[in-house]
């Protein structure tokens, strides 16, 4: 799915280290000269990364894999990232969370508790809102969920708040998300692990799953 996960450092680590099958070293940084710097050492993959690239789609990490593989390999969706990214580059604090849960068309809540009901025995507990349009919201576009485990909120894109959104594929959204904080909680470890095979094998236990998918593939990848 071309859902984004809400990456922390020790998740994107071995992100990428499963992309290379070596052992990586990840330190996020602050730098705007140097935004991505990899070097190869007898331990293995050091890796320097703006800490932007947590916001990053999977297309764009997958293209920093194959950059750190395959030297010289041409990264335009990288480079895409970093010049429309550049405008949240400003060194603010984020504001707090401001819950937002109805919208024009869904209800977030309602739909939640209904999927906590069926598929968690109410045994689920984040915030969930919808996310909130900035000047970065280009990037941020096709980031349809998130689950921020440190917080425990799931925020959905508000692009789904619309009348062409089927219901059920915003409750797959939503689904999708929750499933990442029920994981997590049923592993016990502190570590989110990013749609391991646990993960699929629940995820398609949605029963609109194909239609989901078959709708995204659709209207996202055109």
Not at 61 to 81: A, C, Q, S, T
Not at 125 to 133: A, R
């Amino acid at each position: 799915m071309p859902l984004t996960p809400a990456f922390d450092e020790q998740s994107l680590r071995e992100y990428f280290q499963r992309i290379t099958t070596k052992p990586v070293s990840l330190a996020l940084t602050s730098n705007t000269v140097s935004m991505l710097s990899v070097r190869e050492k007898e331990s293995g993959i050091s890796i320097r990364l703006h800490g932007m690239f947590l916001n990053a789609g999977t297309d764009v990490l997958d293209e920093i894999g194959e950059f750190i593989k395959r030297k010289k390999r041409p990264i335009p969706k990288v480079r895409e990232f970093i010049h429309q990214y550049k405008a949240c580059l400003d060194g603010r604090k984020p504001r707090s969370i401001r819950i937002k849960t109805r919208g024009r068309y869904y209800n977030l809540l309602d739909i939640f508790e209904s999927l906590n009901r069926e598929y968690f025995s109410k045994s689920l507990s984040p915030v969930i809102t919808w996310g909130k349009k900035s000047p970065c919201y280009a990037v941020r576009k096709r980031r349809l969920g998130s689950y921020q485990r440190d917080t425990d909120t799931i925020r959905i894109s508000p692009l789904l708040d619309s009348g062409n959104v089927p219901r059920y594929f915003i409750e797959f959204i939503v689904y999708h998300e929750m499933l990442h904080a029920a994981v997590a909680i049923e592993t016990g470890s502190r570590r989110q692990r990013i749609h391991s095979k646990e993960f699929k094998r629940r995820e398609r236990l949605f029963k609109y799953y194909e239609q989901a998918f078959q709708w995204e593939h659709r209207q996202w990848r055109s």
